[in-house]
């Protein structure tokens, strides 16, 4: 674990629908290598709490039923991509959404990131799709349950708590988030094929696209998106 601590990875991107997993793999990845998870999701939820100028003219466009523009995400993840926690490298969990987003990654990474780079020179964003099944997909949202006070997520289908309903780490009753209503789902999914897979031919257009079957065992999915970036970005010679 020390010696991929120390390794340049570079960028990874991970692209899916909602429930496929990318969560659960971002977190894996973090720990093997030390670099940092970024979600925007955690992102925008931090600045509105913060009352940061970006987080309140996020909540305005959220408040008004629209979504948040571009060049807000882009702000919010360019102050954390500059932290010295993602010199070596980074997770991006739900970014880039679009196109321009995924060109305006580029043009930062050019631009910035890759200067600061000092052991091994730069490695170009890896970009992992994880595949599921439509249906399988519902199944995994439906059946999803949160723990509101430790945040840890259980599923009734597939990864139940001891005691039904009751989280296993503080008893706290266990609930459905909104956004994982049967209805809300369907309207998630279908905001995903319109919106997200133009990212995916995007970065398949260049080369960077490599596909994953998020039906396999977890471990299987990660040992998978590990090889991929071990050969992507190989350690660096007597380390």
């Not at 039906?215 to 380390?239: F, K, N, Y």
């Amino acid at each position: 674990m020390a010696a991929e601590a120390l390794r340049n990875i570079g960028p990874v991107i991970l692209l899916g629908s909602p429930g496929a997993g990318k969560g659960t793999q971002a977190k894996r990845i973090t720990a093997r290598y030390g670099i940092p998870q970024i979600s925007t999701g955690d992102l925008l939820r931090d600045h509105v709490r913060r009352r940061t100028k970006l987080g309140l003219q996020a909540k305005g466009a959220m408040a008004r039923g629209e979504l948040v523009p571009d060049d807000l995400v882009c702000d919010m993840v360019l102050h954390r991509l500059r932290k010295p926690d993602c010199d070596a490298g980074f997770v991006l969990d739900g970014f880039p959404r679009t196109p321009a987003q995924a060109g305006w990654l580029d043009a930062f990474l050019d631009s910035e990131f890759f200067d600061k780079w000092h052991r091994g020179g730069k490695c170009l964003p890896i970009v992992v799709r994880i595949d599921v099944d439509y249906n399988q997909l519902l199944f995994r949202l439906t059946g999803r349950r949160t723990c509101p006070t430790c945040g840890r997520i259980y599923n009734v289908h597939l990864q139940p708590p001891r005691v039904d309903m009751l989280c296993d780490v503080d008893g706290t009753p266990l609930v459905i988030r909104d956004d994982d209503r049967e209805e809300v789902i369907r309207e998630r999914l279908a905001a995903y094929e319109t919106q997200t897979r133009p990212v995916a031919a995007y970065y398949e257009g260049k080369g960077r696209l490599f596909s994953v079957n998020g039906e396999l065992p977890v471990d299987e999915v990660t040992a998978q998106i590990l090889r991929e970036i071990e050969s992507h970005c190989p350690a660096p010679a007597g380390s």
